[in-house]
Nanobody, 122 residues
């Protein structure tokens, strides 16, 4: 069993930055590929970014490529999402997730966090 707790969400102006954190507890953090998904009001949950167990491979949705950076610190059991140049379209609840594949698909997630809200004002 893995527990995932997100933090760092909030209200930010368009063009600003936020860093989300996801702290994991339970089984060995370094055994899991980790990622972030988001769900905007009235829309389906979508993939944002993921990172392999060692941190050597990262994957991004086209909509965030070049603006968001995913990273992890296995010594701290934490995965991060640095979000720069935020747009109003980035407004969503952001969920931390773990799974068996480095490129996380929503069907391949085995643990979810409860989410943290990011609101980008224009």
């Amino acid at each position: 069993q893995v527990q995932l707790v997100e933090s760092g969400g909030g209200l930010v102006q368009a063009g600003g930055s936020l860093r989300l954190s996801c702290a994991a507890s339970g089984r060995t953090f370094s055994s899991y590929n980790m990622g972030w998904f988001r769900q905007a009001p009235g829309k389906e949950r979508e993939f944002v970014a993921s990172i392999s167990r060692s941190g050597g491979s990262t994957y991004y949705a086209d909509s965030v490529k070049g603006r968001f950076t995913i990273s992890r610190d296995n010594a701290k059991n934490t995965v991060y999402l640095q979000m720069n140049s935020l747009k109003s379209d980035d407004t969503a609840v952001y969920y931390c997730a773990s799974g068996l594949s480095p490129l996380l698909h929503i069907d391949g997630v085995n643990y979810w966090g409860k989410g943290t809200l990011v609101t980008v004002s224009s």
